[in-house]
């Protein structure tokens, strides 16, 4: 089992950035390639970034490609997704995720979830 908790939500203007944390624990964290999705009110989520066990491999949504940055420290139990240059469209709640497989970028390809994190960008 992995236990995963997010951090670093809240309200920005547009043009701002955030930086949200994801804190593993439970099975060993670099054995899981991880990911980013998020929700908006009334759609389904959807993939963000995803990065691979050892931190080598990196994919991005074109929404977000040269805007958003992910990385992972595994001495730390750690991952984190930089978001610069924020859009309201950016609005919505961020879930960590993580596989016990290689790096993937659909939802049903991982086995945990975070709570998420709101992240609302004002315009």
């Known amino acids: 089992q992995v236990q995963l908790v997010e951090s670093g939500g809240g309200l920005v203007q547009a043009g701002g950035s955030l930086r949200l944390s994801c804190a593993g624990s439970?099975?060993?964290?670099?054995?899981?390639?991880m990911g980013w999705f998020r929700q908006a009110p009334g759609k389904e989520r959807e993939f963000v970034a995803a990065?691979?066990?050892?931190?080598?491999?990196?994919f991005y949504a074109d929404s977000v490609k040269g805007r958003f940055t992910i990385s992972r420290d595994n001495a730390k139990n750690t991952m984190s997704l930089q978001m610069n240059n924020l859009k309201p469209e950016d609005t919505a709640v961020y879930y960590c995720?993580?596989?016990?497989?290689?790096?993937?970028?659909?939802?049903?390809?991982?086995?945990?979830w975070g709570q998420g994190t709101q992240v609302t960008v004002s315009s």
């Open positions: 439970g099975r060993t964290f670099n054995n899981n390639a």
């Open positions: 990065i691979s066990r050892s931190g080598g491999t990196k």
């Open positions: 995720a993580a596989r016990n497989d290689g790096v993937a970028v659909t939802t049903r390809d991982y086995n945990y």
